[in-house]
């Protein structure tokens, strides 16, 4: 019979504050994903872009407010609750969920990489 194998280390000094710099960059560039979203939507969907321009402006500000928030563990689920309201934001404009979708991919795969390394 073998030893229970022990878990390969990552090779980071600091594998906590590593999985925590992945989740705030990948927040903070959605942020800026967001907000640069504003005037093409306003030129595209013309009128009526008033209520997608403004939950545009609310995940771009939830999403600052978890990028420094990612010591705390409800961040991560706040993370996730961040792409599915993005998604949601398709019902306003297809925009929104065309992001959505990128940055929900993005996501998962921030997501994998957590797991990965902190098992």
């Avoid at 710099?21 to 927040?27: K, P, V």
């Avoid at 959605?30 to 969907?45: D, G, S």
């Amino acid at each position: 019979m073998s030893a229970p194998q022990e878990p390969r280390p990552s090779g980071l000094k600091n594998p906590q504050a590593a999985v925590r710099g992945l989740g705030a960059g990948t927040l903070a560039l959605e942020t800026v994903v967001l907000l640069l979203m504003v005037a093409p939507l306003k030129t595209i969907a013309g009128d009526g872009s008033g209520p997608a321009i403004i939950m545009v402006l609310v995940l771009a500000v939830l999403a600052i407010v978890l990028a420094g928030s990612m010591k705390r563990s409800w961040a991560w689920a706040g993370g996730t609750a961040l792409q599915v309201l993005l998604l949601l934001g398709g019902f306003l404009h297809w925009t929104l969920a065309a992001v959505g979708v990128i940055f929900g991919l993005t996501w998962v795969y921030v997501l994998h990489v957590r797991r990965t390394i902190l098992g």
